[in-house]
């Protein structure tokens, strides 16, 4: 089981990105599959979620401004994001419970800076 994400970087106040999260070694359609991301000097807390059914979750702090969604046939999650604000910089990681046992990826880097 790998998580592999991408599609970090710098950005300006009100810019966008979009991170995907490939997964291998399972098929992601069957599993909730989390982003959580983990600023300086902070704890890791989630940030949005997707159900095997579709159903998305999101944390109050990025409501309206992040949407996630799976492309199954690429066992890809995605995290668009937008009007990023300088607190949304963190590094971004996704994550999987697979038979009782949780994974992550390395994360990616997300930096919000004038």
């Known amino acids: 089981v790998q998580l592999v994400e991408s599609g970090g970087g710098l950005v300006q106040p009100g810019g966008s990105l979009r991170l995907s999260c490939a997964a291998s070694g399972f098929t992601l359609d069957y599993y909730v599959i989390g982003w959580f991301r983990q600023a300086p000097g902070k704890e890791r807390v989630s940030v949005a979620r997707?159900?095997?059914?579709?159903?998305?979750e999101y944390a109050e702090s990025v409501k309206g401004r992040v949407t996630i969604s799976r492309n199954n046939a690429r066992n890809t999650v995605y995290l668009q994001m937008d009007n990023l604000q300088t607190d949304d910089t963190a590094v971004y990681y996704c994550h999987v419970k697979h038979r009782g046992r949780d994974y992550w990826g390395r994360g990616t880097h997300v930096t919000v800076s004038s």
């Open positions: 997707i159900t095997s059914s579709g159903s998305a």
